[in-house]
């Protein structure tokens, strides 16, 4: 296994190792800049890739629900290894459970159901109207728009805050996905709401089959999706400014496909309670068709609340 600090090419990320059969290595693993911790979206990507090698050409995937149970971390020359079951293979549908194992204990698992495409059958989408949100042409990257706001107050902005963003912006430029804020003031200012949207698609080109560009969306769907619920709190980024969250880590996270260059992330926080929280996200295309449904359940603690010694979880 080799750790990839520049999530540049996602082809290469999501890639993996048939080490037997139905038990899978990735070949590399993604780790955020500010640790040893394994980027959510790359365990979900890549334990959906372990769950489509071992079905039969034409099934689609169409649902997957995954529940994070420990960190990934990238620092163990071991890796993780992924682990599928084969739970039903019927005439419609097919169902996989996959388990990412790390040091013999499963830190992740995931169940995933795929179908055979029934055209015969009647069909509806819904669409929304989003000629008013600001195109991506039009909208700055996130990197350029925290960068823009460093150079801008950055006699004003407390030490630890300035190496924070600084890390940040590094992170950002690392990953895999290109976003384009539409509302790029919220990665410094707290005070608007309980939702956010964003366009994004791969910075390198990849390949054009639905199959593949599911585990993409699965990828990109993890990043800053429980922060919507931060930003309803009105708490800032841990490491950042106070109020902050002094922990954001998911729990669960489920998507359903719709259908299959630029995607409008919609997401937004429905409730925060409990130190928990929960989001739902809808990644739509240009012309307004449905893509994919998404939500996600995650600890979501302001700092005041975090007490010394034992488990973070």
């Excluded at 050409?57 to 071991?78: E, N, T, V």
Aim: aromatic letters at 8%; glycine letters at 8%.
């Amino acid at each position: 296994m080799v750790l990839s600090k520049q999530g540049q090419h996602i082809e290469e990320l999501v890639e993996l190792q048939e080490m037997e059969k139905d038990m899978f290595k990735p070949v590399k693993l993604w780790k955020l800049d500010s640790g040893t911790n394994v980027f959510g979206g790359i365990i979900i990507a890549q334990a959906t890739h372990a769950a489509t090698k071992t079905v039969q050409a034409g099934l689609h995937l169409h649902s997957l629900h995954c529940y994070f149970s420990g960190f990934a971390d990238a620092s163990i020359p071991s890796g993780i290894d992924y682990t599928v079951e084969r739970i039903r293979d019927g005439n419609s549908y097919v169902t996989r459970s996959v388990k990412a194992i790390q040091k013999s204990r499963c830190i992740f698992s995931l169940l995933v159901s795929f179908h055979r495409p029934e055209i015969n059958q009647p069909s509806f989408q819904t669409t929304i109207d989003i000629s008013e949100v600001i195109g991506p042409e039009n909208c700055h990257s996130l990197e350029f728009s925290l960068q823009n706001h460093l150079d801008q107050n950055r006699q004003s902005i407390p030490p630890d805050v300035l190496g924070f963003v600084e890390q940040l912006i590094k992170q950002i430029k690392a990953n895999a996905i290109e976003h384009r804020d539409t509302r790029s003031e919220q990665f410094y200012s707290k005070n608007h709401g309980s939702s956010q949207a964003y366009w994004f698609r791969a910075r390198a080109k990849i390949r054009s089959d639905p199959a593949y560009q599911k585990l993409i969306l699965a990828y990109a769907s993890d990043f800053g999706f429980i922060d919507t619920v931060r930003i309803g709190m009105g708490l800032h980024s841990p490491g950042g400014p106070t109020p902050r969250a002094s922990m954001l880590v998911s729990i669960s996270h489920s998507m359903f496909f719709c259908d299959h260059e630029w995607m409008l992330y919609k997401m937004e926080a429905e409730t925060a309670k409990d130190g928990r929280g929960l989001v739902i996200g809808r990644i739509y295309a240009r012309d307004g068709r449905l893509i994919a449904v998404c939500a996600q359940e995650g600890v979501v603690r302001a700092e005041a609340e975090v007490e010394a010694g034992g488990p973070k979880l």
